[in-house]
């Protein structure tokens, strides 16, 4: 008798199980359905154009010469690609002479007198040293003068390492070591290589100057800061060592 009743309280209803399975799929399937829906919404960047803009996010910028399918995308859908990086408060610029496009911090829509140009959460400011400019400053001279000589666009401006070495001299005076400035101008070549002025020397110790260091800096600035060394080399015949932006 007590085994009956007992198993009479613990055993499920059929008709029971059956709802409850049922109810149960039906809100599976109710849940399924209204993701894919909301997924369906989303209408997608295409993906050309969303690669270009991951590679513009990584690297700043894109060159025709080395990524010459994503910088053909990027300049094929240039207004759809800027609606995606505004955003962001980023803007893509064009330089279809020298086939760049390159990012920008767009200005803000606040005037703010002390706000800094560069305090935008996504771009990361760095302080260039003295010597940094400097070499900056002597690249960009060799550039211009290859492209008024070849053309704008159409040069591919290269500098022997030991033809950068008195130049550096000139303005910050001599190391004492043949070596020392063979190795200090390497490291600074390098240094820049990492910013995307110059690739690494070739065999021959000749660096390429690439064409983003025509929109780098004001030239203005670069004049000015070539003029105050050789003043002050000429004047005090002393090496500066204080950090410079350009």
Request: charged content about 30%; aromatic content about 4%.
């Amino acid at each position: 008798m007590m085994d009956s009743i007992f198993d009479r309280l613990t055993q499920k209803d059929p008709g029971q199980d059956v709802n409850e399975e049922k109810f149960g799929t039906e809100t599976f399937e109710d849940e399924a359905v209204t993701t894919q829906s909301e997924q369906s919404d989303v209408d997608r960047t295409e993906l050309r154009v969303r690669e270009a803009v991951q590679e513009l996010l990584r690297f700043g910028l894109l060159e025709e010469s080395l990524k010459p399918n994503l910088y053909r995308n990027a300049v094929r859908s240039f207004n759809v690609l800027n609606n995606v990086l505004e955003p962001l408060d980023l803007l893509a610029e064009l330089d279809d002479v020298r086939g760049l496009v390159y990012l920008k911090v767009m200005k803000s829509d606040v005037i703010n007198e002390t706000e800094d140009e560069w305090s935008h959460t996504l771009v990361r400011k760095q302080r260039l040293n003295l010597e940094q400019s400097l070499l900056i400053a002597l690249l960009r001279q060799y550039f211009v003068a290859s492209e008024q000589e070849a053309g704008s666009g159409s040069s591919r401006a290269v500098v022997a390492v030991d033809e950068l070495i008195p130049q550096m001299q000139v303005y910050l005076g001599e190391l004492g070591s043949e070596a020392r400035e063979r190795t200090r101008m390497l490291n600074l070549l390098d240094q820049l290589k990492d910013h995307g002025l110059v690739t690494a020397p070739d065999k021959n110790d000749r660096v390429t100057i690439r064409p983003i260091i025509s929109h780098l800096a004001n030239p203005e600035n670069l004049q000015v800061l070539l003029h105050s060394l050789k003043v002050r080399a000429q004047s005090q015949g002393e090496p500066m060592s204080d950090g410079s932006d350009v």
